[in-house]
């Protein structure tokens, strides 16, 4: 699987938006970009996908970069329920399908 | 409550024993996952089915580790003869082939303590 590059953690206000980088300089063309979060104790929890044009859902917006070799997950109104590990994660679509975690992001939200 | 069931959520063993963990997927996902994450790193992959059939295994998994999916539903990951390196979260995901993207979706985590 294509590597991602996140920092290693980051911090945000609440109720402030967030904007959470991921570089994927080696992505191929059939690399969909996968957001996952991990609350403590938990499981990871799905976010939000994309291949090419930016997506919204009810959890975050996912914006990709012309060039694919970068994305952002923009939580709109960061609450303390956001403070998680926040995955960014690149995924062929045609191949095992198993996800290939890196280190993450941790987002503290501060009151 | 539809979402991939793990159990037992805790379990406290002594080095040497055996332990089994069970999986319940989402209903009609076809695909199932295990996990192992450990303090501070993120999860690692261990194996993978697509209905019955393992079809992925990681050098993670020794010879030591066995997952089963007999009939494409439950699953089963039983570590024989533990040993305190394997004190960790396992992880089950499931999802279902085709779906657009297929979103993987994970399980609380069975937590092994080794002791």
């Known amino acids: 699987d294509a590597k991602t590059t996140q920092p290693n953690s980051m911090e945000s206000n609440e109720e402030e938006p967030v904007h959470l980088p991921c570089n994927h300089s080696?992505?191929?063309?059939?690399?969909?970009i996968h957001w996952y979060r991990q609350l403590p104790s938990q499981g990871p929890e799905y976010v939000i996908h994309?291949?090419?044009s930016n997506v919204n859902n009810r959890m975050a917006s996912l914006a990709i970069a012309e060039d694919r070799k970068s994305s952002t997950l923009i939580l709109h109104r960061a609450t303390l329920r956001d403070a998680a590990v926040y995955y960014c994660?690149?995924?062929?679509?045609?191949?095992?399908?198993?996800?290939?975690f890196g280190g993450g992001t941790r987002l503290m939200v501060k009151p | 409550d539809t979402g991939v069931s793990q159990n037992p959520r805790h379990k406290i063993t002594k080095r040497g024993q055996n332990v089994t963990f069970r999986c319940d997927p989402i209903?009609?996902?076809?695909?199932l996952y295990w996990y192992r994450q450990t303090l501070g790193q993120g999860p690692e992959f261990l194996t993978y089915?697509?209905?019955?059939?393992?079809?992925?295994k990681s050098r993670l998994l020794s010879d030591r580790f066995s997952a089963e999916r007999p009939k494409g539903s439950f699953s089963t990951l039983e570590i024989q003869r533990t040993e305190q390196g394997d004190s960790a979260m396992y992880l089950c995901?499931?999802?279902?082939?085709?779906?657009?993207?297929?979103?993987?979706?994970f399980g609380e985590g069975s937590w092994l303590t080794v002791v």
């Open positions: 995901a499931s999802s279902r082939k085709g779906a657009l993207g297929n979103t993987i979706y």
């Open positions: 080696t992505i191929s063309g059939t690399d969909y």
């Open positions: 994309g291949l090419t």
């Open positions: 994660i690149l995924r062929d679509n045609n191949a095992g399908n198993m996800l290939t």
């Open positions: 209903s009609e996902h076809n695909r």
């Open positions: 089915f697509q209905n019955e059939a393992q079809l992925e």
